[in-house]
């Protein structure tokens, strides 16, 4: 029976999505300069010709996979940041980067390990500006109602605490006490 359009198109889908997890898998496991496109191929259970017809090239691969990731997360940052910014605001910013570093955390790995390279930040800054201007804004409004001396200087300290707090989890997801640290993160920026 012949297949409709439709058809190839999510089965075209399933594959490209089948493909970025099987990346995100050898480039977590190897690194990103270690792995290769017959390696991604291979883990895919797929040809090395037919990864060409989804993907061009590693390094597009690399940008897919961080770009919709960061999309995913971002999207979820700016709704919150778009509300007035109270104290359960920000304590809600904490707990979203907690739930997504655990639930995502091979993708979390593979951005930390490549946070440094061109391509990487090429995605962060031309995808992102605005959400990074708005977090900016209202992280800077924050501190300064709370009589922060210095509210730079606070986004820079929560901002190296929560990358602390990704890069501890990273290295010892099983016994890095991630919920313990959320709380005092919540107790330190928020007071609760």
């Given at each position: 029976m012949p297949r409709t359009q439709e058809q190839f198109e999510a089965i075209r889908l399933e594959r490209r999505e089948h493909i970025l997890q099987s990346a995100l898998?050898?480039?977590?496991?190897?690194?990103?300069?270690?792995a290769s496109i017959s390696k991604v191929s291979k883990e895919a259970g797929i040809s090395k010709g037919l990864m060409y017809n989804y993907f061009e090239s590693k390094e597009e691969l690399l940008q897919t996979l961080i770009g919709n990731y960061l999309?995913?997360?971002?999207?979820?940052v700016v709704a919150l940041l778009k509300q007035p910014f109270t104290d359960e605001v920000f304590a809600d910013l904490i707990r979203l980067s907690v739930e997504v570093l655990k639930k995502n955390p091979l993708q979390w790995k593979l951005y930390m390990d490549?946070?440094?390279?061109?391509?990487?930040?090429?995605?962060?800054?031309?995808?992102?500006v605005e959400s990074q201007l708005l977090w900016v804004e209202k992280l800077t409004a924050f501190f300064t109602q709370r009589n922060a001396e210095d509210p730079m200087m606070e986004i820079q300290f929560f901002a190296s605490t929560m990358t602390g707090l990704k890069v501890s989890y990273l290295m010892d997801p099983v016994n890095f006490p991630i919920d313990e640290m959320e709380k005092r993160m919540?107790?330190?920026?928020?007071?609760?």
């Amino acid at each position: 029976m012949p297949r409709t359009q439709e058809q190839f198109e999510a089965i075209r889908l399933e594959r490209r999505e089948h493909i970025l997890q099987s990346a995100l898998k050898v480039f977590a496991e190897d690194g990103y300069h270690n792995a290769s496109i017959s390696k991604v191929s291979k883990e895919a259970g797929i040809s090395k010709g037919l990864m060409y017809n989804y993907f061009e090239s590693k390094e597009e691969l690399l940008q897919t996979l961080i770009g919709n990731y960061l999309d995913e997360e971002n999207a979820k940052v700016v709704a919150l940041l778009k509300q007035p910014f109270t104290d359960e605001v920000f304590a809600d910013l904490i707990r979203l980067s907690v739930e997504v570093l655990k639930k995502n955390p091979l993708q979390w790995k593979l951005y930390m390990d490549m946070a440094n390279r061109p391509e990487v930040r090429e995605i962060m800054q031309d995808r992102y500006v605005e959400s990074q201007l708005l977090w900016v804004e209202k992280l800077t409004a924050f501190f300064t109602q709370r009589n922060a001396e210095d509210p730079m200087m606070e986004i820079q300290f929560f901002a190296s605490t929560m990358t602390g707090l990704k890069v501890s989890y990273l290295m010892d997801p099983v016994n890095f006490p991630i919920d313990e640290m959320e709380k005092r993160m919540i107790k330190l920026f928020v007071g609760r």
